[in-house]
């Protein structure tokens, strides 16, 4: 009897036992704070993109005919972009645009994209802030370009286009828009900026690979390239020259569209699949972010993952803070001014109420490509006006620190650009340690810099250069801009 008691009473205590070990690899708050990755289920990707126009207080000012100075409508554009990116540009009603069963399609060939917890890079840091990051290198082209690119050559297609056209400066948006292009059938011809053709060939090797004529700008294959050619025979080109040419191709050529990969509302938009996928996934997480950064170059990466977050700041009382980190060299958040100004260089494009450096300026050769923009997008420059977000400026050694840091601690090499979200990550993650604040803190990594190790090397070799601008210098280019507002 009493041995059969304890024979019992030690399997019980076995199973007990037992059961302390099972539970414990179960117990929720241990699972989450162990954690690394975040992978939604292709069921739970989105079907919708979100349109922050709708939800906005104070809507973006309209473009304007720069020979009339009235306000466009989308008919107006037409003639340059597919259609339905023209009433999506101006569509200030919807919220939530549907994606197209075929965009969608494709976008599970490398979505949904993981969100993964930095906790090598807080450790370096020894900081009490939870860093997440929404990995969107994570995709063959590298960055999340690729999102718009399938969205606006799905809609060429069904329009009839069969060729499209763009500028490219390093090269992430015409590679995206290359292989895009092959997948709904079109004919791509990309014109990127000379000397980026000539410093940095493997992206203009991709974009043949995947089929597209690449022409480097300034050329003598358009009016606007003949002309700057005439007056300056040694030009390196400029995004500038190469936007007069793309659409100067668009505009003459019959079933040709203009795509562009940054600065329009309609490429926010698509980007959004970006922050509807990491809301989720920080819901997964059991967390919500109390800042959320990216870089900025025209606003397409920043948006797409800012906006659907930021519908609860304007919605629900979220108190989340955005910060958009540009290059100190190209500083339009930051130092430009709120004004009507040209998109490209030769003054092709309408007006757009937008923070600029004025479309006159020539940024320094800074090895971010994707950031030296003039200007920033109409939506974003609104939200910066009414105090939804702010920008911060980032010395380029200071944007390679963090990069180098980034590589070493998480494993992933960053794009230059995305450089910068992470150096202004470290600097949050910097105040937290000194305040001892527990923030969540969660940046878009806008892609890898695989292609861009000749950066890397300049800077390991301790030659990179810190640019820096003279008020004097911005304000000459300011001058020049019409005013309007
Ligand atoms: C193009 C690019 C950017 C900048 O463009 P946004 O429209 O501001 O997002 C940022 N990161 C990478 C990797 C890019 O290719």
Same mark, same amino acid.
């Given at each position: ?316 009382? *979220?108190? =989340? &803070?955005? #910060?958009?980190?540009? %290059?100190? +060299? $190209? ?7 709120? !004004? ?66 980034? *590589?070493? =601690? &998480?494993? #992933?090499?960053?794009? %230059?650009? +995305? $450089? ?7 600097? !949050? ?57």
């Amino acid at each position: 009897m009493l041995i059969i008691f304890c024979f019992i009473s030690i399997n019980i205590l076995n199973l007990h036992l037992l059961s302390i070990k099972c539970n414990k690899p179960t117990n929720k708050h241990d699972k989450m704070s162990k954690q690394k990755k975040f992978i939604l289920p292709e069921s739970e990707m989105p079907m919708q993109w979100y349109n922050i126009q709708a939800d906005m207080a104070n809507k973006p000012l309209p473009p304007l005919n720069p020979a009339t100075h009235k306000p466009l409508k989308a008919e107006d554009l037409f003639h340059i972009f597919s259609e339905e990116c023209c009433r999506q540009e101006f569509d200030q009603t919807h919220a939530w645009i549907d994606i197209p069963d075929e965009v969608a399609d494709m976008y599970k060939y490398y979505r949904p994209t993981p969100l993964v917890r930095a906790y090598a890079l807080e450790k370096a840091l020894d900081t009490p802030a939870h860093i997440y990051f929404k990995n969107e290198s994570t995709n063959p082209l590298g960055s999340h370009k690729i999102n718009s690119a399938l969205a606006q050559c799905y809609y060429c297609r069904q329009e009839g286009t069969t060729n499209v056209t763009t500028e490219t400066g390093a090269g992430q948006w015409g590679a995206a828009l290359s292989y895009a292009a092959r997948v709904f059938g079109l004919e791509a011809a990309v014109y990127q900026v000379k000397i980026s053709l000539r410093q940095k060939p493997y992206r203009s090797i991709l974009m043949r690979t995947f089929g597209a004529e690449v022409t480097g700008s300034p050329s003598m294959s358009t009016r606007a390239g003949k002309d700057i050619i005439t007056r300056d025979p040694m030009h390196q080109g400029s995004l500038g020259t190469a936007i007069s040419e793309a659409i100067e191709l668009a505009t003459t050529t019959p079933h040709c569209k203009y795509t562009l990969g940054s600065v329009l509302n309609h490429v926010a938009l698509h980007q959004t699949v970006i922050g509807l996928e990491a809301e989720k996934q920080m819901e997964m997480a059991g967390e919500y972010p109390d800042t959320v950064i990216a870089c900025f170059g025209g606003g397409s990466n920043f948006g797409g993952i800012t906006f659907p977050f930021m519908r609860h700041n304007i919605k629900d009382g *979220a108190k =989340t &803070e955005y #910060i958009a980190a540009e %290059p100190a +060299s $190209c500083p339009k958040l930051t130092r430009g001014v709120f !004004e009507y100004d040209f998109g490209d260089e030769a003054g092709y494009t309408p007006l757009l109420p937008m923070f600029t450096l004025g479309h006159g300026f020539k940024p320094a050769n800074i090895h971010a490509g994707g950031l030296r923009y003039h200007g920033a997008g109409v939506i974003v420059s609104q939200l910066l006006k009414d105090g939804l977000m702010r920008g911060v400026d980032i010395p380029q050694s200071e944007s390679f620190d963090a990069g180098l840091l980034f *590589a070493r =601690t &998480e494993g #992933i090499v960053p794009a %230059p650009e +995305s $450089c910068h979200a992470i150096a202004a990550t470290i600097r !949050e993650a910097e105040k937290c340690k000194e305040s001892g604040q527990q923030k969540v803190i969660l940046f878009n990594l806008s892609g890898h810099g695989l292609i861009d190790m000749t950066a890397y090397e300049q800077y390991l070799n301790g030659d990179l250069i810190d640019y820096t601008i003279s008020d004097e210098a911005i304000k000459a280019n300011i001058d020049k801009v019409p005013k309007i507002i």
